[in-house]
């Protein structure tokens, strides 16, 4: 997919969640919270689908590591993210739609371990590992 | 994952640092929202709980002053404008979100007239502008 399709891809997806949120938040509609969150499971489904089948490729007989491509231990963390976002996002829903008693301490955890780990990603480009010549 | 990090540094036209500053301003925030929540309840004001965002804000726009800055002196005086231009726009964008929707936190029943479109509409302005800048970095 070329930059232009990503952009307009994710564009699309956040634009029909904030309006959905919007309308919810407002009282305009009585949607369950699950609903509101429907672009938001589709994104993540493409995008784990797409992880998915990059991971797959890297398990095939002949794959060449040195094609430029980030390595798999990186797209696992990727995976990781996606799910714990996922995690997340299901359980916010539950307990917007009061299906499950947590505080919002435990609902927040998958959410600031994947940010962690997003933070320590960053900090690595931002300082990279200074190697002896 | 769907972008790279030079991908993303080129679209949003925010540094790594900032973007890093910006994660870590969410990362407390979220911990204050939980803690305030779950724990204090009225004890801790919204505004405090904001506080880690509108911090990230300000350090933000004093490093692209700062950049700005370099880069006029160094006689990149077009890259530094549009880049200063820009970066504030975005940066007053989301402050404008923040301060409204801290405002109706703090008082829901005087900010009845302050609905979450109107809260939300500097994000969907923010949006539209990314999408163009989008077309121009592709």
Not at chain 1, 29 to 40: E, G
Not at chain 1, 98 to 106: H, Q, R, S, V, Y
Request: charged share 15%.
């Amino acid at each position: 997919m070329s930059l232009a399709q990503r952009v307009l891809l994710t564009w699309v997806f956040t634009l029909v969640f904030l309006i959905m949120l919007v309308l919810k938040l407002d009282g305009k509609v009585q949607w369950n919270w699950f609903l509101i969150f429907l672009p938001v499971w589709i994104f993540d489904g493409i995008l784990i689908l797409m992880l998915a089948i990059k991971m797959a490729g890297h398990c095939k007989p002949g794959y060449d590591p040195r094609n430029g491509s980030p390595d798999l231990r990186l797209r696992t963390w990727y995976l990781t993210a996606m799910l714990l976002k996922l995690g997340f996002c299901l359980t916010l829903c539950a307990k917007l739609e009061k299906l499950a008693d947590l505080k919002l301490t435990f609902v927040c955890i998958p959410l600031w371990t994947m940010l962690l780990g997003a933070l320590v990603e960053l900090g690595v480009n931002i300082f990279p590992e200074r190697r002896e010549a | 994952m769907l972008f790279s990090l030079r991908e993303l540094v080129q679209w949003l036209g925010f540094a790594t640092f900032e973007l890093f500053l910006h994660l870590l301003a969410l990362l407390v925030f979220s911990m204050l929202v939980a803690l305030r929540m779950d724990l204090f309840d009225a004890k801790l004001s919204w505004w405090l709980v904001f506080v880690p965002l509108f911090a990230a804000d300000g350090l933000s726009t004093y490093f692209t002053a700062i950049v700005s800055i370099r880069l006029y002196q160094e006689n990149e005086k077009r890259l530094a404008v549009l880049r200063l231009l820009w970066v504030l726009t975005v940066l007053s964008l989301k402050l404008v979100c923040e301060v409204l929707l801290c405002q109706k936190l703090v008082d829901q029943e005087r900010a009845r007239d302050l609905w979450f479109g109107l809260i939300v509409s500097p994000l969907f302005i923010l949006l539209q502008l990314l999408m163009i800048r989008a077309c121009r970095v592709n």
